[in-house]
Protein backbone atom coordinates (compact mmCIF):
# COMPACT_ATOMS: atom_id res chain seq x y z
CA UNK A 1 0.00 0.00 0.00
CA UNK A 2 1.05 3.73 -0.80
CA UNK A 3 1.32 4.74 2.98
CA UNK A 4 2.79 1.80 3.90
CA UNK A 5 5.48 1.97 1.32
CA UNK A 6 6.15 5.85 2.23
CA UNK A 7 6.55 4.78 5.80
CA UNK A 8 9.01 2.40 5.02
CA UNK A 9 11.11 5.00 3.32
CA UNK A 10 10.81 7.37 6.34
CA UNK A 11 12.04 4.47 8.76
CA UNK A 12 15.11 4.50 6.13
CA UNK A 13 16.00 8.10 6.07
CA UNK A 14 15.62 8.42 10.30
CA UNK A 15 18.18 5.36 9.83
CA UNK A 16 20.61 6.98 7.76
CA UNK A 17 19.87 10.84 9.77
CA UNK A 18 19.27 12.05 6.40
CA UNK A 19 16.88 13.17 3.89
CA UNK A 20 17.34 12.89 0.35
CA UNK A 21 17.66 16.30 -1.94
CA UNK A 22 16.55 17.10 -5.51
CA UNK A 23 19.33 18.75 -7.95
CA UNK A 24 19.44 22.22 -9.10
CA UNK A 25 20.23 22.86 -13.01
CA UNK A 26 23.09 25.08 -12.52
CA UNK A 27 25.29 26.66 -15.23
CA UNK A 28 28.85 25.51 -15.03
CA UNK A 29 30.64 28.55 -16.48
CA UNK A 30 28.53 30.46 -12.95
CA UNK A 31 29.02 27.51 -10.65
CA UNK A 32 33.07 26.99 -11.38
CA UNK A 33 34.03 30.43 -11.16
CA UNK A 34 36.43 30.68 -7.76
CA UNK A 35 39.73 33.12 -6.89
CA UNK A 36 42.81 31.32 -8.69
CA UNK A 37 44.31 29.20 -6.47
CA UNK A 38 41.14 27.97 -4.78
CA UNK A 39 39.29 24.66 -5.42
CA UNK A 40 35.89 24.73 -7.45
CA UNK A 41 34.44 21.73 -6.32
CA UNK A 42 34.38 19.09 -3.72
CA UNK A 43 33.58 15.33 -4.86
CA UNK A 44 30.51 16.24 -7.65
CA UNK A 45 29.43 19.80 -6.22
CA UNK A 46 30.66 22.86 -7.61
CA UNK A 47 31.95 25.86 -4.78
CA UNK A 48 31.58 29.09 -6.04
CA UNK A 49 32.70 32.10 -4.86
CA UNK A 50 31.45 33.65 -2.48
CA UNK A 51 31.95 30.37 -1.12
CA UNK A 52 34.92 28.67 -0.65
CA UNK A 53 37.10 25.49 0.79
CA UNK A 54 38.49 27.13 3.34
CA UNK A 55 38.78 30.76 4.84
CA UNK A 56 41.23 32.17 2.54
CA UNK A 57 39.24 31.01 -0.79
CA UNK A 58 35.43 32.08 0.98
CA UNK A 59 33.58 35.57 2.21
CA UNK A 60 33.30 36.10 5.38
CA UNK A 61 30.80 33.26 6.89
CA UNK A 62 30.74 31.09 3.49
CA UNK A 63 33.50 28.39 4.56
CA UNK A 64 32.96 25.49 3.63
CA UNK A 65 34.49 22.36 4.31
CA UNK A 66 35.06 19.13 2.24
CA UNK A 67 35.41 15.65 4.09
CA UNK A 68 37.59 13.62 1.93
CA UNK A 69 36.24 10.23 3.69
CA UNK A 70 33.71 9.90 1.32
CA UNK A 71 34.05 8.54 -1.99
CA UNK A 72 33.41 11.33 -3.73
CA UNK A 73 33.99 13.67 -1.04
CA UNK A 74 30.98 15.62 0.40
CA UNK A 75 30.61 19.60 1.26
CA UNK A 76 29.62 21.07 4.80
CA UNK A 77 28.77 24.11 6.17
CA UNK A 78 29.77 22.66 9.88
CA UNK A 79 27.78 19.94 10.22
CA UNK A 80 25.32 19.95 7.34
CA UNK A 81 26.27 18.37 4.15
CA UNK A 82 25.85 20.85 1.08
CA UNK A 83 24.04 19.05 -1.87
CA UNK A 84 24.37 21.85 -4.35
CA UNK A 85 24.97 25.57 -4.71
CA UNK A 86 22.95 28.33 -6.78
CA UNK A 87 24.47 32.21 -7.63
CA UNK A 88 21.30 33.18 -9.46
CA UNK A 89 18.77 32.14 -7.18
CA UNK A 90 20.49 32.75 -4.05
CA UNK A 91 19.58 29.87 -2.54
CA UNK A 92 21.50 26.46 -0.85
CA UNK A 93 20.34 22.69 -1.34
CA UNK A 94 20.91 20.87 1.93
CA UNK A 95 20.60 17.26 3.74
CA UNK A 96 18.24 17.57 6.94
CA UNK A 97 17.21 15.29 9.47
CA UNK A 98 13.47 13.94 9.57
CA UNK A 99 12.07 14.19 13.40
CA UNK A 100 10.12 11.36 14.36
CA UNK A 101 8.22 9.21 17.22
CA UNK A 102 6.67 5.67 17.15
CA UNK A 103 4.56 4.17 19.69
CA UNK A 104 4.65 0.52 20.74
CA UNK A 105 1.13 0.89 22.63
CA UNK A 106 -1.89 3.83 22.84
CA UNK A 107 0.63 5.89 25.30
CA UNK A 108 4.08 4.37 25.49
CA UNK A 109 7.03 4.87 22.91
CA UNK A 110 10.21 2.48 21.75
CA UNK A 111 12.04 5.31 23.38
CA UNK A 112 11.96 6.96 26.23
CA UNK A 113 11.83 10.03 24.83
CA UNK A 114 10.28 11.44 21.70
CA UNK A 115 12.71 12.41 19.12
CA UNK A 116 11.95 15.81 18.08
CA UNK A 117 15.02 17.75 15.73
CA UNK A 118 16.49 21.09 15.36
CA UNK A 119 18.81 22.70 13.59
CA UNK A 120 20.25 26.43 13.71
CA UNK A 121 21.71 27.96 10.63
CA UNK A 122 24.30 30.39 11.28
CA UNK A 123 24.92 33.75 9.60
CA UNK A 124 24.31 33.97 6.45
CA UNK A 125 21.75 31.21 6.27
CA UNK A 126 17.72 31.47 6.47
CA UNK A 127 14.89 29.03 5.47
CA UNK A 128 14.12 29.83 2.49
CA UNK A 129 10.30 30.67 2.56
CA UNK A 130 8.73 30.53 -1.01
CA UNK A 131 10.99 26.92 -1.65
CA UNK A 132 9.87 24.50 1.33
CA UNK A 133 7.02 23.51 3.18
CA UNK A 134 6.09 21.84 6.52
CA UNK A 135 4.97 18.40 6.38
CA UNK A 136 3.58 16.48 9.20
CA UNK A 137 2.12 12.44 8.55
CA UNK A 138 0.48 9.70 10.42
CA UNK A 139 -2.89 8.68 11.37
CA UNK A 140 -2.69 10.27 14.84
CA UNK A 141 0.11 13.25 14.93
CA UNK A 142 -0.14 16.41 16.01
CA UNK A 143 3.49 18.22 14.38
CA UNK A 144 4.68 21.40 15.68
CA UNK A 145 7.65 23.63 13.94
CA UNK A 146 9.25 26.43 15.62
CA UNK A 147 11.33 29.23 13.31
CA UNK A 148 12.99 31.26 15.87
CA UNK A 149 15.18 30.86 19.21
CA UNK A 150 12.95 33.68 20.51
CA UNK A 151 9.76 31.85 20.26
CA UNK A 152 8.21 34.36 18.27
CA UNK A 153 7.18 31.91 15.74
CA UNK A 154 5.64 28.40 16.20
CA UNK A 155 2.98 26.81 14.03
CA UNK A 156 2.36 22.93 13.05
CA UNK A 157 -0.26 20.92 11.67
CA UNK A 158 -2.64 17.77 12.65
CA UNK A 159 -3.27 14.69 10.70
CA UNK A 160 -5.78 11.85 11.17
CA UNK A 161 -7.05 8.57 9.46
CA UNK A 162 -8.78 5.72 10.63
CA UNK A 163 -7.01 3.43 8.15
CA UNK A 164 -4.45 3.19 6.32
CA UNK A 165 -6.52 2.58 2.98
CA UNK A 166 -8.21 5.96 3.65
CA UNK A 167 -5.18 7.95 4.03
CA UNK A 168 -3.93 9.97 1.39
CA UNK A 169 -2.22 8.41 -1.69
CA UNK A 170 0.51 9.12 -3.81
CA UNK A 171 0.21 12.23 -5.43
CA UNK A 172 -3.11 13.40 -3.65
CA UNK A 173 -3.05 16.63 -1.55
CA UNK A 174 -1.73 16.68 1.98
CA UNK A 175 -5.34 18.02 3.72
CA UNK A 176 -5.30 15.91 7.14
CA UNK A 177 -5.97 12.25 6.01
CA UNK A 178 -2.63 11.07 6.87
CA UNK A 179 -0.66 13.46 6.33
CA UNK A 180 -0.98 18.03 6.92
CA UNK A 181 1.17 20.75 5.55
CA UNK A 182 2.02 24.17 5.86
CA UNK A 183 2.78 25.37 2.99
CA UNK A 184 3.37 29.09 3.78
CA UNK A 185 6.77 29.91 6.17
CA UNK A 186 7.31 33.38 7.15
CA UNK A 187 10.41 34.88 6.06
CA UNK A 188 13.56 35.42 8.32
CA UNK A 189 13.61 31.52 9.98
CA UNK A 190 16.76 30.60 11.07
CA UNK A 191 16.21 27.42 12.51
CA UNK A 192 14.23 24.72 12.18
CA UNK A 193 12.46 23.15 15.54
CA UNK A 194 10.39 20.12 14.58
CA UNK A 195 8.89 18.47 17.66
CA UNK A 196 5.21 16.97 19.09
CA UNK A 197 4.18 19.28 22.05
CA UNK A 198 2.71 17.69 25.16
CA UNK A 199 0.85 15.02 22.64
CA UNK A 200 1.28 11.86 24.73
CA UNK A 201 -0.84 8.97 22.72
CA UNK A 202 -0.99 7.80 19.64
CA UNK A 203 -4.98 5.93 19.23
CA UNK A 204 -3.88 4.65 15.71
CA UNK A 205 -0.15 2.88 17.03
CA UNK A 206 -1.75 -0.38 15.59
CA UNK A 207 -1.70 0.43 11.76
CA UNK A 208 0.09 3.70 12.39
CA UNK A 209 2.63 3.26 14.62
CA UNK A 210 4.67 6.54 13.76
CA UNK A 211 4.69 9.77 12.91
CA UNK A 212 7.36 11.55 10.94
CA UNK A 213 7.76 15.44 10.52
CA UNK A 214 10.23 17.87 8.38
CA UNK A 215 10.51 21.09 6.12
CA UNK A 216 11.27 20.35 2.78
CA UNK A 217 11.38 21.51 -0.62
CA UNK A 218 7.80 22.02 -2.12
CA UNK A 219 6.75 19.60 -4.90
CA UNK A 220 8.34 16.96 -3.04
CA UNK A 221 7.52 13.55 -4.43
CA UNK A 222 7.31 11.53 -1.24
CA UNK A 223 10.98 9.94 -2.37
CA UNK A 224 13.11 12.29 -1.39
CA UNK A 225 12.61 15.65 1.18
CA UNK A 226 14.49 18.50 -0.19
CA UNK A 227 15.40 21.81 2.32
CA UNK A 228 16.46 24.44 0.85
CA UNK A 229 17.74 27.62 2.72
CA UNK A 230 18.21 31.02 1.25
CA UNK A 231 21.86 32.99 1.78
CA UNK A 232 23.04 36.42 0.92
CA UNK A 233 25.80 39.03 1.53
CA UNK A 234 24.67 40.22 5.28
CA UNK A 235 27.18 41.90 6.35
CA UNK A 236 30.53 44.32 4.88
CA UNK A 237 28.29 46.68 3.54
CA UNK A 238 25.02 47.11 1.80
CA UNK A 239 23.35 47.72 -1.95
CA UNK A 240 23.02 51.31 -3.22
CA UNK A 241 19.50 52.08 -4.14
CA UNK A 242 20.99 54.28 -6.91
CA UNK A 243 23.73 52.63 -8.43
CA UNK A 244 22.82 49.58 -7.63
CA UNK A 245 26.46 48.65 -6.74
CA UNK A 246 27.99 46.59 -3.56
CA UNK A 247 31.70 45.51 -2.09
CA UNK A 248 30.74 41.95 -2.97
CA UNK A 249 29.74 42.75 -6.47
CA UNK A 250 32.97 43.07 -8.00
CA UNK A 251 32.57 41.62 -11.89
CA UNK A 252 32.26 43.95 -14.69
CA UNK A 253 28.66 43.91 -16.03
CA UNK A 254 27.10 43.08 -12.42
CA UNK A 255 24.66 44.82 -9.94
CA UNK A 256 23.21 44.46 -6.67
CA UNK A 257 19.96 43.51 -5.70
CA UNK A 258 18.25 43.35 -1.75
CA UNK A 259 17.63 40.06 -0.26
CA UNK A 260 14.05 39.18 -0.09
CA UNK A 261 14.74 36.76 3.06
CA UNK A 262 16.18 39.10 5.75
CA UNK A 263 18.90 41.49 5.40
CA UNK A 264 21.63 41.49 2.60
CA UNK A 265 22.39 41.70 -0.62
CA UNK A 266 23.16 39.48 -3.52
CA UNK A 267 24.93 39.77 -6.66
CA UNK A 268 23.17 39.17 -10.58
CA UNK A 269 25.17 39.29 -13.84
CA UNK A 270 23.24 41.96 -15.95
CA UNK A 271 20.76 41.02 -18.55
CA UNK A 272 22.86 39.66 -21.65
CA UNK A 273 25.83 38.62 -19.26
CA UNK A 274 26.54 34.71 -17.35
CA UNK A 275 28.68 34.17 -15.10
CA UNK A 276 30.07 34.52 -11.40
CA UNK A 277 29.05 38.42 -10.34
CA UNK A 278 31.21 37.82 -7.42
CA UNK A 279 34.74 37.16 -9.22
CA UNK A 280 36.62 39.37 -11.53
CA UNK A 281 38.83 37.60 -14.47
CA UNK A 282 38.10 34.11 -15.57
CA UNK A 283 34.64 33.02 -14.54
CA UNK A 284 33.33 36.84 -14.28
CA UNK A 285 29.83 38.30 -15.93
CA UNK A 286 30.74 37.67 -19.28
CA UNK A 287 28.38 37.99 -22.90
CA UNK A 288 26.09 35.31 -23.54
CA UNK A 289 26.08 34.23 -27.28
CA UNK A 290 22.08 33.91 -28.09
CA UNK A 291 22.83 33.13 -31.36
CA UNK A 292 25.36 30.50 -30.82
CA UNK A 293 23.01 29.04 -28.25
CA UNK A 294 20.19 28.87 -30.73
CA UNK A 295 22.46 26.83 -33.17
CA UNK A 296 24.14 24.46 -30.07
CA UNK A 297 20.32 23.49 -28.71
CA UNK A 298 17.22 25.25 -30.79
CA UNK A 299 14.78 23.15 -28.83
CA UNK A 300 15.92 24.95 -25.61
CA UNK A 301 16.71 28.52 -26.90
CA UNK A 302 15.57 29.14 -29.88
CA UNK A 303 12.20 29.85 -26.97
CA UNK A 304 14.17 31.35 -24.54
CA UNK A 305 15.82 33.92 -27.30
CA UNK A 306 13.66 34.09 -30.00
CA UNK A 307 13.96 35.68 -33.94
CA UNK A 308 11.06 35.30 -35.66
CA UNK A 309 10.89 34.72 -39.30
CA UNK A 310 11.76 36.96 -41.91
CA UNK A 311 15.01 37.83 -39.75
CA UNK A 312 18.13 36.80 -38.68
CA UNK A 313 20.19 36.53 -35.28
CA UNK A 314 23.13 38.95 -34.69
CA UNK A 315 24.91 38.88 -31.88
CA UNK A 316 26.07 41.81 -30.17
CA UNK A 317 27.48 42.86 -26.17
CA UNK A 318 25.31 42.38 -23.69
CA UNK A 319 22.16 41.29 -26.24
CA UNK A 320 21.56 40.08 -29.60
CA UNK A 321 19.36 41.49 -32.45
CA UNK A 322 17.01 39.95 -34.70
CA UNK A 323 17.98 41.47 -37.98
CA UNK A 324 15.15 41.60 -40.62
CA UNK A 325 16.07 40.17 -44.32
CA UNK A 326 16.69 41.90 -47.09
CA UNK A 327 14.00 43.88 -48.25
CA UNK A 328 12.43 44.15 -44.46
CA UNK A 329 12.75 46.19 -41.85
CA UNK A 330 11.63 46.19 -38.29
CA UNK A 331 12.24 43.97 -35.15
CA UNK A 332 12.37 40.61 -35.66
CA UNK A 333 12.72 40.12 -31.87
CA UNK A 334 8.87 41.02 -31.52
CA UNK A 335 6.67 38.36 -32.90
CA UNK A 336 5.93 36.97 -36.59
CA UNK A 337 5.12 40.28 -37.84
CA UNK A 338 7.78 42.38 -36.76
CA UNK A 339 9.41 42.49 -39.95
CA UNK A 340 7.77 43.91 -42.56
CA UNK A 341 8.32 44.86 -46.55
CA UNK A 342 9.95 48.02 -47.11
CA UNK A 343 7.54 48.10 -50.20
CA UNK A 344 3.95 46.78 -50.04
CA UNK A 345 3.34 44.46 -52.36
CA UNK A 346 0.64 46.87 -54.39
CA UNK A 347 3.69 49.39 -54.41
CA UNK A 348 5.93 46.56 -55.36
CA UNK A 349 3.57 45.44 -58.25
CA UNK A 350 3.20 49.07 -59.50
CA UNK A 351 6.80 49.45 -59.58
CA UNK A 352 7.22 46.58 -61.26
CA UNK A 353 4.54 47.06 -64.02
CA UNK A 354 6.45 50.59 -64.70
CA UNK A 355 9.75 48.61 -64.96
CA UNK A 356 8.82 46.64 -67.02
CA UNK A 357 7.22 49.10 -69.52
CA UNK A 358 10.46 51.00 -69.29
CA UNK A 359 11.77 47.87 -70.51
CA UNK A 360 9.63 48.18 -73.23
CA UNK A 361 10.03 51.13 -74.17
CA UNK A 362 13.96 51.34 -74.28
CA UNK A 363 13.23 47.91 -76.58
CA UNK A 364 11.00 49.96 -78.33
CA UNK A 365 13.17 53.03 -79.06
CA UNK A 366 16.27 50.60 -79.50
CA UNK A 367 14.60 48.48 -82.40
CA UNK A 368 13.76 52.15 -84.10
CA UNK A 369 16.56 53.28 -84.02
CA UNK A 370 18.03 49.98 -85.26
CA UNK A 371 15.31 50.04 -87.90
CA UNK A 372 16.13 53.58 -88.78
CA UNK A 373 19.76 52.97 -89.31
CA UNK A 374 19.34 49.79 -91.82
CA UNK A 375 17.01 52.30 -93.88
CA UNK A 376 20.18 54.83 -93.91
CA UNK A 377 22.00 51.68 -94.82
CA UNK A 378 19.81 50.70 -97.36
CA UNK A 379 19.18 54.43 -99.32
CA UNK A 380 23.19 54.80 -98.79
CA UNK A 381 23.27 51.88 -101.05
CA UNK A 382 20.54 52.28 -102.93
CA UNK A 383 21.74 55.95 -103.93
CA UNK A 384 25.75 54.74 -104.79
CA UNK A 385 26.69 54.51 -101.38
CA UNK A 386 28.73 50.98 -102.11
CA UNK A 387 30.61 52.65 -105.12
CA UNK A 388 31.86 55.74 -103.47
CA UNK A 389 32.97 53.26 -100.92
CA UNK A 390 35.45 51.69 -103.35
CA UNK A 391 37.16 55.11 -104.01
CA UNK A 392 39.80 55.80 -101.37
CA UNK A 393 39.84 59.78 -101.71
CA UNK A 394 36.19 60.40 -100.74
CA UNK A 395 35.40 60.63 -96.97
CA UNK A 396 32.04 60.34 -95.59
CA UNK A 397 30.71 62.42 -93.10
CA UNK A 398 27.61 62.16 -91.08
CA UNK A 399 24.52 64.89 -91.37
CA UNK A 400 25.15 65.52 -87.86
CA UNK A 401 28.66 66.82 -88.24
CA UNK A 402 27.89 68.67 -91.34
CA UNK A 403 24.99 70.59 -89.66
CA UNK A 404 28.12 71.32 -87.22
CA UNK A 405 30.34 72.77 -89.91
CA UNK A 406 27.50 74.99 -91.60
CA UNK A 407 25.94 75.99 -88.43
CA UNK A 408 22.56 74.23 -89.18
CA UNK A 409 22.98 75.22 -92.75
CA UNK A 410 22.91 78.44 -91.79
CA UNK A 411 24.98 80.87 -94.13
CA UNK A 412 23.73 80.39 -98.09
CA UNK A 413 26.44 81.11 -100.47
CA UNK A 414 24.38 80.38 -103.79
CA UNK A 415 21.87 78.05 -105.46
CA UNK A 416 23.37 76.27 -108.46
CA UNK A 417 22.44 73.53 -110.87
CA UNK A 418 22.96 70.72 -108.62
CA UNK A 419 22.01 72.37 -105.27
CA UNK A 420 22.37 74.60 -102.55
CA UNK A 421 25.69 75.38 -101.49
CA UNK A 422 26.35 76.64 -97.68
CA UNK A 423 29.49 78.19 -96.12
CA UNK A 424 30.91 76.02 -93.10
CA UNK A 425 34.14 75.47 -90.97
CA UNK A 426 36.10 72.26 -90.47
CA UNK A 427 37.28 71.34 -87.42
CA UNK A 428 40.63 72.17 -88.42
CA UNK A 429 39.22 75.67 -89.09
CA UNK A 430 39.33 75.75 -92.81
CA UNK A 431 36.46 76.98 -94.66
CA UNK A 432 34.35 75.00 -96.92
CA UNK A 433 31.01 74.94 -99.27
CA UNK A 434 29.19 72.19 -98.75
CA UNK A 435 26.84 71.81 -100.97
CA UNK A 436 23.55 69.50 -100.65
CA UNK A 437 22.13 67.69 -103.46
CA UNK A 438 18.75 67.97 -104.85
CA UNK A 439 18.62 67.23 -108.53
CA UNK A 440 16.18 64.45 -109.27
CA UNK A 441 15.41 62.27 -112.67
CA UNK A 442 12.14 62.30 -114.55
CA UNK A 443 10.62 60.13 -111.85
CA UNK A 444 11.88 62.10 -108.51
CA UNK A 445 14.50 59.77 -108.12
CA UNK A 446 18.20 60.22 -108.25
CA UNK A 447 19.88 57.76 -110.61
CA UNK A 448 22.86 56.49 -107.84
CA UNK A 449 25.10 56.09 -110.86
CA UNK A 450 25.02 58.76 -111.88
CA UNK A 451 24.96 60.79 -108.96
CA UNK A 452 28.27 58.26 -107.69
CA UNK A 453 30.05 59.16 -111.09
CA UNK A 454 29.81 62.93 -110.89
CA UNK A 455 31.23 62.50 -107.25
CA UNK A 456 33.87 60.62 -107.86
CA UNK A 457 34.26 62.35 -111.47
CA UNK A 458 35.07 65.69 -109.36
CA UNK A 459 37.18 64.53 -107.22
CA UNK A 460 39.31 64.13 -109.69
CA UNK A 461 39.17 66.95 -111.68
CA UNK A 462 42.57 69.17 -110.91
CA UNK A 463 42.77 72.40 -112.31
CA UNK A 464 42.85 76.15 -111.47
CA UNK A 465 39.76 77.22 -110.76
CA UNK A 466 38.71 78.76 -107.47
CA UNK A 467 36.57 75.53 -106.26
CA UNK A 468 38.09 72.17 -105.71
CA UNK A 469 36.00 69.43 -104.66
CA UNK A 470 37.49 67.80 -101.78
CA UNK A 471 34.45 65.44 -99.74
CA UNK A 472 31.19 64.26 -100.16
CA UNK A 473 28.12 62.87 -97.57
CA UNK A 474 24.98 60.70 -97.70
CA UNK A 475 22.19 61.04 -95.40
CA UNK A 476 18.64 59.89 -97.28
CA UNK A 477 17.59 60.70 -100.29
CA UNK A 478 19.81 64.20 -99.86
CA UNK A 479 23.42 64.46 -101.46
CA UNK A 480 25.82 66.76 -100.23
CA UNK A 481 29.18 67.67 -101.00
CA UNK A 482 31.33 70.86 -100.08
CA UNK A 483 34.28 72.33 -101.96
CA UNK A 484 37.22 74.02 -100.08
CA UNK A 485 36.21 78.03 -100.12
CA UNK A 486 39.40 79.19 -102.43
CA UNK A 487 37.07 81.93 -103.68
CA UNK A 488 39.10 85.04 -104.29
CA UNK A 489 37.37 87.35 -106.48
CA UNK A 490 33.70 88.84 -105.22
CA UNK A 491 31.93 88.02 -108.53
CA UNK A 492 32.57 84.64 -108.04
CA UNK A 493 29.85 84.02 -105.28
CA UNK A 494 27.30 85.53 -107.45
CA UNK A 495 24.23 83.58 -108.35
CA UNK A 496 24.48 83.75 -111.69
CA UNK A 497 28.42 82.67 -111.50
CA UNK A 498 28.06 79.86 -109.22
CA UNK A 499 25.63 78.38 -111.81
CA UNK A 500 27.91 78.67 -114.88
CA UNK A 501 30.25 77.04 -113.07
CA UNK A 502 27.93 74.32 -112.57
CA UNK A 503 26.82 74.11 -115.48
CA UNK A 504 30.83 73.55 -116.70
CA UNK A 505 31.68 71.32 -113.75
CA UNK A 506 28.38 69.26 -115.77
CA UNK A 507 30.32 69.39 -119.30
CA UNK A 508 33.51 68.15 -117.41
CA UNK A 509 31.61 65.26 -116.07
CA UNK A 510 30.19 64.32 -119.12
CA UNK A 511 33.39 64.54 -121.12
CA UNK A 512 35.42 62.17 -118.03
CA UNK A 513 32.62 59.11 -118.25
CA UNK A 514 35.24 55.81 -118.10
CA UNK A 515 32.92 54.80 -120.81
CA UNK A 516 33.93 56.32 -123.90
CA UNK A 517 30.34 55.95 -125.64
CA UNK A 518 28.53 57.92 -123.12
CA UNK A 519 31.35 60.66 -123.29
CA UNK A 520 29.41 63.56 -125.59
CA UNK A 521 31.16 64.79 -128.86
CA UNK A 522 33.07 68.31 -129.28
CA UNK A 523 30.46 69.35 -131.10
CA UNK A 524 28.02 68.69 -128.42
CA UNK A 525 30.22 70.52 -126.21
CA UNK A 526 31.20 73.47 -128.45
CA UNK A 527 27.21 73.50 -128.56
CA UNK A 528 27.23 73.68 -125.06
CA UNK A 529 29.57 76.08 -124.44
CA UNK A 530 28.17 78.56 -126.91
CA UNK A 531 25.12 78.33 -124.83
CA UNK A 532 27.24 78.95 -121.65
CA UNK A 533 28.46 81.95 -123.61
CA UNK A 534 25.49 83.54 -124.21
CA UNK A 535 23.54 82.93 -121.04
CA UNK A 536 26.46 84.99 -119.46
CA UNK A 537 26.61 87.56 -122.34
CA UNK A 538 23.05 88.33 -120.82
Given at each position: MAMTQL?????????????????????????SAQWSGCPSKCGDVYI???????????????????????????PYTGNIEIKDISLEKGEMRIYTFVAYVCYNSTNTTENDNKTGTKLR??????????????TGIGCDTVAWLQGRDDGSFLTGCITTCASLDTAAQDGEPCTGLGCCQVPSIPANLSMIGIDWGDKVRNVAWSYSPCSYAFVAEKGCDGRSVPTVVDWAIRSNGSCSSETQLAPACVSNNSYCIDATNGEGYLCNCAAGYAGNPYVTGD???????ECELRKVDPAKY????????????????GDYECKCRFGHRGDGKINDNGCRPIISASILATVATVFACAVLAILVVYILKEHKKRQRNRSFD????????????????????????TQNYQHVLGKGFFGE????????????????????????????????EEITNQ?????????????????????????????????ALLERNMGCLDRMAAIAVQCLKEDVDERPTMANIVDELKQLKEALSS
Open positions: MMLLWFLLHSHVAAIALASLSVSATPYPFGIGDHCAWPGFTVSCNDSFRPPKLDTPFLVAQKSNEFGRCTNINEKLYPCYSGSICHDTEKNGGNILKKMMDIKLFTEKQLKKMVYKGTTKDKHHVAVKRYFRQDAKGQYNKEHVAARIQHSLPLEFVKCYKYNETRTMYDRYFLSPDN
